[in-house]
């Protein structure tokens, strides 16, 4: 996968205290805090991929929560979220997680490989050598990012925090149905 395009930190210091402060309840809390985990992944997964421009479709399905949430901290204090793209090759043998970068943000000039642009130009326009006039755009104006995570981020940021902010209720509620 590559380098993690969100992350997300959520502080689960509390749900731990109070998974101790009550005989029973640590695996009720952790379970309701995996289910928030692939909730807010999934969430945002679906926010991100209609964004996400379509070539082939490969960047869109390689949008991922591949990894959910991982533990931070001595004690377990925090969850570590990353959403990004998989290693899915494209049909010119360029791994999504690489070219993610380059449609996720702004690139300055530079001259661009020239078989994935190939492949869009027969897409796009129905002629290869349209590519060639691509890359002599790409390396005299770059390109504009589409920031689909940034923006799939900026939509769901607040459910996530809403997410979240429900496990103590859920988590004691389950334990109340169980006690």
């Not at 900026?154 to 429900?166: D, P, R, V």
Request: glycine fraction near 8%.
């Amino acid at each position: 996968m590559s380098e993690p395009i969100i992350e997300i930190h959520i502080d689960v210091s509390e749900l731990l205290r109070l998974a101790e402060a009550i005989p029973g309840m640590s695996r009720i809390i952790y379970d309701e805090m995996r289910k928030a985990g692939e909730e807010s992944g999934m969430l945002l997964t679906g926010l991100i991929a209609p964004l996400t421009p379509v070539n082939y479709g490969l960047l869109r399905s390689a949008i991922q929560w591949p990894l959910g949430y991982e533990s931070q901290g001595n004690n377990i204090d925090a969850f570590r979220g990353i959403v990004g793209a998989s290693e899915i090759a494209s049909p010119a043998g360029t791994a999504t997680s690489i070219y993610v970068d380059f449609v996720e943000n702004d690139t300055s000039p530079h001259w661009a490989p020239i078989n994935p642009l190939k492949l869009y130009a027969i897409r796009k326009w129905g002629d290869e050598k349209a590519a060639y006039a691509l890359q002599a755009h790409i390396a005299r104006h770059g390109t504009k990012g589409k920031h689909m995570f940034e923006k799939g981020w900026k939509a769901g940021q607040g459910k996530i925090q809403e997410i979240w902010q429900k496990v103590p209720v859920k988590a004691v509620q389950q334990f109340e149905r169980i006690a």
